[in-house]
């Protein structure tokens, strides 16, 4: 039985676990593009990071997978020495992983709404909304993040169902508000400045972004679930892009 992408993946980011080799062949080596600036790059580069990583008795679980065409997004949560939550994209080209992209932060929580960074719901539903809900959040994300059109949120949050899993979060709409306030020299604390890339599969969609948290350069990871055209989940990552001078590649976070 052939193995599906999400399938590939979830072995791919277990082996980190295992120190098995065999799912490290999914990658194609002469065409692999790796965008964590941290890792060398090729999959040389992959199969060396991940027999170093097993070494460490690490522990990998793969929370959700889903699939967008040629694009694979994972949630994660690892534990190397220290607690991390990640988001994991890969693009595949002829049947084998050939670009990879992460954003991965400490983990935190659980929130004072009693919801961690990972918990809720995992599968997806809804496969016929797929392209509405990508357009929602690209919206979304625009005209609020971007915009700073508070007024706005009604429009896109059902704030009856609204759970964010952010660990700084209080419950409902607090700390998107409080993240969209600008300050008396009409800066604001979380800058969402350009979107990247949007990655959907039916009820859940990855919003990839870049831009500044107080004041420092940032890759934003949001992902959302949606349930009648409106966004009703939320969790995210936020990671510090290294200057160029630390990268162990030339590709770029994005």
Not at 155 to 164: A, G
Not at 209 to 227: A, C, I, K, M, T
Request: glycine residues 8%; contains cysteine; negative net charge.
């Amino acid at each position: 039985m052939t193995k599906t992408k999400k399938d590939q993946i979830r072995a791919l980011l277990k082996s980190i676990e295992t120190g098995e080799p065999e799912p490290i062949a999914v990658v194609n080596e002469a065409k692999y593009i790796q965008h964590n600036p941290q890792t060398h790059e090729g999959s040389e580069g992959l199969a060396a990071l991940f027999k170093r990583l097993s070494k460490t008795s690490p522990r990998v679980n793969i929370v959700r997978a889903f699939e967008d065409g040629e694009f694979v997004f994972a949630h994660t949560e690892y534990d190397f020495a220290a607690r991390n939550i990640g988001f994991e994209v890969f693009r595949f080209e002829d049947g084998r992983a050939v670009e990879h992209w992460d954003n991965i932060q400490r983990r935190k929580g659980p929130n004072q709404a009693g919801h961690s960074m990972v918990d809720g719901q995992i599968e997806s539903t809804d496969l016929g909304s797929t392209e509405i809900n990508r357009a929602i959040v690209r919206d979304f994300i625009e005209t609020v993040f971007i915009g700073g059109e508070i007024d706005q949120l009604p429009t896109y949050i059902d704030e009856d169902l609204f759970v964010d899993h952010n660990p700084l979060s209080k419950g409902g709409l607090n700390l998107v508000r409080t993240s969209l306030q600008t300050n008396s020299d009409g800066s604001r604390n979380t800058d969402y400045r350009k979107v990247h890339r949007v990655l959907a599969e039916g009820s859940f969609v990855l919003c990839i972004s870049e831009g500044n948290r107080d004041g420092v350069h940032s890759s934003f990871y949001d992902l959302f679930r949606l349930h009648e055209n409106k966004l009703v989940e939320h969790w995210d990552t936020t990671e510090k892009i290294a200057p160029k001078s630390e990268w162990k590649n030339s590709n770029g976070k994005f």
